[in-house]
């Protein structure tokens, strides 16, 4: 994705509660930022941020069909594909279980504003229907049981991966099929492929905006860089979701 587009076209943000080998991405970038398990003011960052956007999204399309498709079709103005890569939900839902309806939420009316999820789980019967119904994408490799490739991803009768390593079974547009999936590299090249990929590609994009933070000392220089004009002054930042307040000089004269 990120060797085909560029940061105008996608932007990623990370949520890894796995093994935190996907930190490797932070540089490229398309990547906005990567949250690790024990983060917790950036994942209610990210998640707040997504909800910001979804409404910015929503106002902005109203007025061009409605949806992110037909915004890029009727409009002159671009505006990537936000995606968000959560790896380990279980985890997530253990650790962060505060956030499981918001999380259901946001994955429900994100897709058609240009703001997809991509998830993954250890075991399908781990995820609850309110999150997999959102889903209409589904990928499942060795099950132990048979039967789940029909009840999870409404697989034909019969229709099983056979038992090589990468083999499974792909749910999409309403039909299942048996896939194969494939390293980029030598398993121990890899890391080393994907620094040298995005190392070449560094250079052709701008960086994705790192998900908001409250930095733990506010100054001047902390605020500057949001200054563009007098009708978007920062004056301080909102300590409940990270976002700059700004103040218009134009419309509010003192």
């Known amino acids: 994705i990120c060797i085909f587009h560029t940061s105008a076209e996608i932007s990623l943000y990370i949520m890894d509660f796995g093994a935190e080998v996907l930190k490797i991405f932070s540089s490229i970038p398309q990547v906005g930022d990567v949250v690790l398990l024990e983060e ?47 790896n380990g939900y279980e985890t997530f839902i253990e650790s962060h279980g505060d956030y499981d309806d918001f999380f259901a939420h946001l994955v429900r009316e994100s897709s058609k504003y240009g703001i997809v999820f991509v998830m993954t789980a250890i075991s399908p019967s781990s995820v609850k229907t309110k999150i997999s119904q959102s889903f209409p994408n589904k990928i499942a490799t060795q099950l132990s ?28 547009d309403g039909s299942a099929y048996e896939m194969q999936s494939c390293l980029i590299a030598q398993k121990n090249l890899i890391n080393q492929c994907i620094i040298t990929t995005f190392e070449k590609y560094a250079k052709t994009a701008s960086k994705t905006p790192p998900i908001p933070v409250i930095p733990k000392v506010i100054t001047s220089d902390t605020l500057s860089s949001y200054i563009d004009s007098i009708k978007n002054v920062p004056i301080g930042i909102n300590i409940y979701d990270a976002s700059v307040n700004k103040f218009d000089f134009t419309a509010n004269k003192i």
């Not at 048979?146 to 999409?172: C, H, Q, V, W």
Request: charged fraction near 30%.
């Open 40 to 86: 917790n003011n950036k994942v209610r960052s990210l998640l707040l941020m997504i909800e910001r956007e979804i409404n910015r999204r929503k106002e902005l399309f109203s007025k061009h069909g409605g949806s992110y498709i037909s915004y890029i079709k009727n409009s002159d103005e671009k505006m990537p594909l936000m995606m968000i890569i959560l």
């Open 145 to 172: 049981d048979n039967f789940d490739y029909k009840f999870y991803l409404d697989a034909p009768e019969g229709l099983t991966p056979s038992k090589y390593f990468g083999r499974g079974i792909i749910s999409m």
